[in-house]
């Protein structure tokens, strides 16, 4: 019982704008994936508020405030970086989209829909241990209600942390890379099958 009310909790928790559009399509002998960013409310209010530091240093010019050689520091320079970070973050959440493609012997995922992303490209030859968030070590070795709540607290974390949960992932050269945030079982297992075919 215990552990249902926490599940219930972590899902209050992780409650957000659902913008969800997962889809897939073959073209010749490329395959193209895409996925919408996930978020919470909390995260979005954090990062919403964060972005408003851009402008710490205006505001404390027009608020009269005296200014010393530290309060320029923070509101000049600090401020306005972490506020730089929480745009990203907060525009990523509100319109983010990872694009996957698989072509030419190489795997590339993007991040559109916010500022300062890579495309990352993975040579198909080295991808090792393609696998769900179902089939990792942590997750096997737990009791399945257990696991089942650590990994929506695991996710929550990701959401608020980083741009990608990992619905699925794979090693690169020693390295773990999460692919996607929001899918369904037969999701999971339909994206799952098709990267398989050109490993």
Known sequence: MFLDLQRALIKIMGFGIDRKVFRYEKKNSA??????SRN???SLLFYGML???IFAGLLMV??????????????FVVAPLLGILGLRKFLWMINGKEILRIG???LSIEK?????TKKRV???SKIRKLKSKFETDTFLSMPKKFAENYLLIKEQNRVFLFFTVGEFQFNYLGSTIR????LNDLERLEIIEEIKHYL
């Open 62 to 75: 027009f608020s009269g405030e005296k200014m010393t050689a530290e309060s320029i520091v923070m509101g």
């Open 104 to 106: 030419d012997g190489v």
């Open 51 to 53: 972005s408003i530091c």
């Open 122 to 124: 993975y040579k198909l």
């Open 179 to 182: 692919v996607f945030s929001d």
């Open 31 to 36: 395959f193209i994936a895409e996925n919408t």
């Open 40 to 42: 919470s409310l909390f």
């Open 112 to 116: 559109i829909g916010t500022f300062w």
